[in-house]
């Protein structure tokens, strides 16, 4: 992935509202209707959440008759959580960067 579309994940979860999506999603598949009482939100505030969350790659929907369920998306958390782990690291942390000084701490 590059910048551009790391940023969108980033982006898509630095909202209160979709946080609290996703962690109402973590306890499984849930249909919109229930996702507007547990936030309560607007029909057209929950739809706009949405599209950003399912654009990012983060959540899956999927309709059924006239309603829409979500889920969290396990590629889609996998590869965020790689994404944030490329930017929230120091070269001390990986094998290659051998016995060097840590650059994450200043030396005395």
């Not at 999506?21 to 849930?30: A, F």
Request: net charge negative.
């Amino acid at each position: 992935m590059g910048f551009r579309e790391d940023v969108k994940q980033i982006k898509a979860l630095a909202d209160e509202n979709r946080l609290a999506v996703m962690l109402s999603l973590q306890h499984g598949e849930k249909c919109g209707c229930v996702l507007l009482e547990e936030l309560n939100i607007t029909q057209p505030t929950l739809s706009h959440h949405m599209k950003i969350l399912c654009d990012s790659g983060l959540v899956n929907g999927r309709k059924e008759g006239k309603w829409m369920y979500y889920s969290i998306s396990r590629e889609g958390i996998a590869a965020f959580r790689e994404m944030v782990g490329t930017y929230a690291r120091c070269d001390c942390e990986t094998k290659e960067a051998g016995p060097a000084v840590c650059a994450c701490e200043p030396t005395a």
